[in-house]
Structure formats: C-alpha cells, structure tokens
C-alpha cells in the first residue's frame, strides 16, 4: 500500500478500508491522479458509528463542558490558521477552483469553527414564570451520534458547517466527504486529531454515497443524518431515515432567479450577474442561473452580457490570472455539456460558449467556456432543472407582479437576489420570493451569523447562525417542584 495514502480516521486511529480497496484522486485541470484514497463502505461506516456512540455515552463526551468543547474549536481554528495557504492549494488541486476562491473558502473555515467555538458558551435555554411552587425551564442538550455527508464543491467550507456546529453542541460525529474531492478532509481531521479531540468523537469514512452514506442514512444508531447536495439524493437519505426516525437536514438543489430592473445600476448588475452564475463554474446550489432582465433593458444588458462573458480567463486554478476554474470531473462536466445540447434541442438561443475547452494549459482537463441561453421558455429543461455547471439561462419581464411569478414558477427554493435602485420595489419583491436566501443589489455573499437553507424542495431545516446550532440539538422541558408534600389529590 502507497505511503501517501489517503486513510480514514476512525476511533482516533488512521486506517484503510477493511476491503483493502482504494480510489485515485484527479486533479480537474489536468485529469492526472494525484492521490489514492481509501475505499471504504459498510463495514467501515459501522465500525465508526459504534466508535461514535462508545465516545457519546462511554466516553462521556456528551457531559463535557461546553468550554472545553470551545477551547478545542478554537485550537482547531488556530492550526487551521497556521496553514491557510497549504489548505488553500490542496482545495484548488482536489476541486479545480481558482486559488483565489479557495483561499476565501479556508478563511471562512476558520471563522466558522470560531463562530461555533464562541457560541458553545452562549445561553442555550428559557426559563419560565409558571404557577408556584413550580419551576419550569428549557434546556438544549446533543442529539447523539450524527452522520454527515457533504458534497465535491466547496470540500473544506461544508465540512466546517456541518462539523463545527455538532461539535459545539456536544454531539459525536461520523463524517462523510464526497468521494472524488476527499483530500482536505483528510488534512482537516489531522487537524482535529492535533487539537486533542477524543478518541471517537470525531470520524471520518472514505468511499461512495451508495454504501458509506446510506449504511448512515439508515443505521439505528446514527441519531442524525445532515446531508448537503442533490435533491434526488436527498430524498433517498429521507427515505432510509425513517428507520429510527432520526432526525435529518437536507440543504438541496436550487434554481435561483436572479431579477434586474431597468432602473438597477448596470454596470453593478451586469458583473454580479457574471458573478451568480459563474463563481466556483456554476457547481453552487446558491448560483443565480437563471437571469430574469426588464425587457426595456434587455438588449443593452445582453449585449454588455455576453461581451463580459466571453471575455473570462478560463484556466487551471493555480494559474495567474485565472477567473474560472474546471468542473469536478469529466463525468461532471459531460453532464453539463448535455444540457447545453438539451437546450439547443429545446429551441433555446446559445449566444455564446458550451464548448468543451482543449489543447494547450486546458489539455486533459474539464474545461468550458461560460454559456448564456436566450429565447428561454419556462417548460424547457433548462429553466426548470439545475445544471449545476457555467450554463445561465436569460428571460425577460415586462413588470414587477411578472417577475415574482416567474422567480417562483419553480420546484427549488434555494436563493434569489433583485437588482434595482428602488428600496422600496427591492423590498416588495424580496418578500415575495419563495426563497431562504436572498439578496438586494448583491449576489453569493454569506455569513456564518446567518441561516442557510431553502424553502420548498430546497431542503429542510438551517445551517450556520443559531438556527445551524439549534439543528444539533434536542429540546428538554423540565420542571421542579420545590415544594415537596403530599399532593392530596386522593381521598385515601
């Protein structure tokens, strides 16, 4: 077995697959491997859960004070810290994203694990005026023993959203990355290991979602599931969570509207748009994907649209100068390019690119060029399913009652932003939209103090801010009485 080979952490110790098998690790800009990782599958996934629950109950981690379970946060923080810029690079190696998006991705990684480490020591019940001699008060105490998957798009970034809260709250975790972008993970659990977590409180499992995620999804003994990506997928875990009941957060697809009125700035409209669509190369729940433009405005913003578009350095993510990186993989990114021959097919515009990028610095890698669709209807593919690639589809409007049914005509309900100079039309159009994450005259930014989720079959319930927090617990009335006395309510 290779020396560098990628281990899963279990109970506190580096193993392999207890099948021996292993995957290689691509880099996207190039198709070359660049590490094996350990296989793993039922057997692995349960012998973690077990080490989990041993450390929540045996182990006594769910009686550890919460500020000890903040110093080790924090520490995890600290450590991060000390190695941004190498985390950064295996991000950008692992993902293809550009250096510069990777690098926004690890500090906002240790902000999260200092956010949550800082709130473990926060109030975290009520207390209530109830009829004497009573007392009455309400606590939050650790579910159990949580399972968590996360996808290939941003690796390190939804580790940290999942982890940090759980951990925080007193839970133990069995962690899931997905199964082609696995590299940071491994490194961040080095980091836990370092920062003194206990022998089973923090697990990590290799492999696919078919055997390690639902051998999760289904166990009795996983008290949670927390899962982060496709809606079809979501549904599955749904499925196999109703075996005990456990309790489950889905943060699902998305087929975001983003809404520009005539009266928006156009410079500032016409570059956030670029942004929505293309940061991380589409591979966002959150993107805005689909643009929706004033129909007086429309011929200027596409034609300032598509020369902006073409104008994008697409390249490797460790090159200078790069704005867009490569998708996943060559499976990930012939999906999308089906969607462009889907919308072609449909009767769709293509203005410009949906064209696989070769030769040259894109050589072996899982390059395209950004695409803008016209002449979008709303039954298409196109418009209605998420691509999850650089492909954005454009309609037009004629007025503000238009636009909301449009931006809601829709199965997702992820995100949404709108463009105008009017406060108050920004604000009766905010309201309107059927959606748990939005922005006026700004697109993508997102903040740890903040929830994250969507409404319809963008999935169920929050990550990040308090409510994230609340996710990983369980709710407990207790009342005291203190006056202790018979109670006289039976005759003898």
Request: proline fraction near 4%; charge should be negative; hydrophobic fraction near 40%.
């Amino acid at each position: 077995m290779a020396e560098n080979l990628l281990k899963m952490f279990i109970h506190g110790e580096w193993t392999e697959a207890a099948s021996g098998e292993t995957r290689n690790i691509v880099n996207p800009a190039s198709g070359q491997f660049i590490a094996v990782a350990a296989e793993g599958g039922e057997e692995d996934a349960n012998r973690a859960v077990a080490a989990a629950k041993s450390a929540f109950y045996q182990g006594g981690w769910w009686g550890t004070p919460a500020a000890e379970r903040a110093r080790l946060l924090f520490k995890a923080a600290d450590l991060l810290e000390s190695r941004k810029e190498e985390f950064a690079r295996l991000e950008t190696l692992n993902n293809g994203k550009p250096l510069r998006e990777a690098e926004f991705d690890v500090n906002d990684t240790i902000a999260c694990f200092r956010y949550y480490a800082g709130l473990a020591t926060k109030p975290h019940g009520q207390s209530y005026e109830v009829s004497d001699p009573m007392q009455a008060v309400v606590v939050r105490e650790p579910i159990g023993v949580c399972g968590q998957i996360i996808p290939w798009n941003y690796p390190l970034l939804m580790a940290a959203w999942k982890l940090a809260p759980a951990l925080a709250a007193g839970n133990t975790v069995v962690f899931k990355p997905a199964e082609i972008t696995p590299i940071s993970a491994v490194e961040l659990f080095g980091i836990l290991e370092e920062a003194g977590f206990p022998p089973g409180v923090v697990n990590l499992v290799l492999g696919a979602g078919a055997s390690v995620g639902q051998t999760l999804a289904a166990h009795d003994d996983v008290d949670k599931i927390a899962f982060t990506g496709g809606t079809d997928t979501g549904r599955k875990i749904m499925q196999a969570a109703t075996g005990n009941l456990k309790k489950i957060s889905l943060e699902l697809g998305g087929k975001n509207p983003n809404i520009v009125f005539a009266d928006a700035d156009f410079e500032a409209a016409v570059e956030y748009a670029l942004f929505a669509a293309y940061a991380n190369s589409g591979q966002v729940c959150a993107a805005g994907s689909r643009l929706l433009v004033e129909e007086s405005l429309y011929d200027r913003f596409i034609a300032r649209l598509v020369e902006r578009t073409m104008a994008i350095k697409v390249g490797p993510g460790l090159a200078d100068g790069t704005e867009m990186g490569p998708l996943v993989s060559e499976a990930h990114l012939n999906k999308v390019l089906g969607y462009v021959e889907i919308g072609k097919a449909e009767g769709a515009t293509l203005l410009c690119g949906g064209s696989r990028l070769t030769g040259g610095e894109y050589e072996g890698g899982f390059y395209m060029e950004p695409a803008i669709f016209t002449d979008c209807e709303p039954s298409m593919r196109i418009v209605r399913e998420e691509i999850f690639g650089p492909v954005l589809v454009v309609q037009t409007f004629k007025n503000e009652e238009e636009a909301i049914a449009m931006a809601n005509d829709t199965i997702y309900g992820l995100a949404g932003a709108v463009f105008t100079s009017n406060g108050a039309k920004a604000q009766r159009v905010i309201r309107k939209l059927r959606a748990g994450i939005t922005w006026i005259n700004t697109y993508h930014p997102t903040y740890n103090e903040a929830p994250w989720g969507g409404y319809k079959q963008s999935g169920i319930g929050r990550e990040l801010g308090t409510f994230g927090f609340e996710e990983y617990t369980e709710v407990k009335q207790i009342n005291t009485n203190l006056a202790v006395e018979p109670l006289g309510w039976y005759s003898s």
